[in-house]
């Protein structure tokens, strides 16, 4: 078949990916090419912006960066060991090895000389990520109840939304990829709650319908379906992003929120050092901590496996959960 050069990724400046040549189809087979090709959204952007930190130091180092050798890439990593997290290292070799693939060249990096390297940049820097930290369920309870979502009868849109935000987040144990793509007529209200329906996440990229319940709470104040209800009311639609920009002057907008605002609200309100991620974290932990077991976790998170539950929990005192404290001594 004749080819044309088409990029798998959203085309940018430079952008690596623009080289990837691929077969002239028709219009329905070359969209579902693509979408095969693509992935998750946040895999697509993070393997644009590691192959453009790639190629930058290949130029600046005088040297070729495609098709990679082992050697060139030994003293990439090796220049990025004492300054990069080794996730990040191990993320950016698998943009250049799925560059190589698309580009149907063999891949330089399963050569045994650089997982050599890569073995003594593991034993000297470490390979531990930092993980978001976790926030008290008691912690998020009183900045919840703090927020004043109206003024003398008149609805405060922003507090509000962050407070929705909040809620659903740590009760839901959502992603923030997820939180944004949220519509109002995903949400499904009943006598003892709301069950939210959607189709794919970060372990679901097929689409598959996906549900999560979320439980009157005897608090009004932290009660995340009161809260939801209330949010759906004042936005006067039944369909369309649930969580949305608010202009200044107390304007409600339609505008969708992206991942980036839901990492701001968590900062605004619980601090720098949690992040979108924490509320995740903090439901694991906090569901732990009262007795859940992990397939009842894993029914509200959707992880595959209990020991992704065992990597989600945040017991960082070493007081916490600890079997010292039943030995009876």
Not at 108 to 131: C, F, N, S, Y
Not at 144 to 162: A, N
């Amino acid at each position: 078949m004749d080819k044309q050069t088409v990029s798998f990724l959203p085309i940018t400046q430079n952008d690596p990916f623009s080289l990837v040549p691929l077969p002239q189809l028709s219009g329905d087979q070359q969209k579902y090419l693509l979408k095969g090709l693509q992935g998750a959204a946040n895999t697509e952007r993070a393997y644009r912006a590691d192959l453009n930190h790639y190629t930058t130091w290949c130029q600046q180092q005088g040297v070729d960066a495609l098709p990679a050798t082992s050697a060139v890439l030994g003293e990439y990593v090796s220049a990025l060991g004492p300054k990069r997290k080794w996730a990040t290292i191990a993320r950016r070799l698998s943009a250049v090895r799925k560059w190589h693939e698309l580009l149907d060249l063999p891949s330089p990096v399963d050569d045994r000389w650089l997982k050599a390297t890569l073995k003594g940049i593991q034993r000297e820097h470490g390979t531990h990520a930092e993980q978001a930290p976790a926030f008290g369920a008691n912690q998020l309870k009183g900045i919840l109840r703090k927020l004043v979502t109206d003024s003398k009868g008149v609805p405060r849109f922003g507090p509000l939304r962050d407070k929705v935000v909040l809620l659903l987040g740590f009760t839901g144990a959502f992603r923030r990829s997820e939180l944004v793509a949220l519509n109002v007529e995903q949400l499904h209200f009943g006598e003892d709650g709301v069950v939210i329906t959607y189709y794919g996440s970060k372990t679901n990229q097929m689409g598959q319908r996906e549900e999560k319940a979320l439980f009157y709470s005897p608090d009004a104040q932290i009660c995340p379906v009161r809260t939801l209800q209330k949010w759906v009311a004042l936005l006067e639609r039944t369909n369309g992003p649930l969580l949305v920009r608010i202009r200044k002057g107390n304007e409600l907008t339609e505008e969708r929120l992206t991942d980036q605002s839901i990492g701001a609200i968590v900062k605004k309100h619980m601090g720098d050092r949690f992040s979108a991620h924490s509320m995740r974290a903090s439901f694991v932990t906090t569901a732990k901590l009262n007795g859940a077991d992990d397939s009842e976790i894993m029914q509200q998170t959707k992880h595959k496996t209990s020991a992704m539950i065992r990597r989600y929990t945040r017991l960082d005192s070493i007081k916490q959960h600890n079997a010292a404290k039943k030995l009876g001594w």
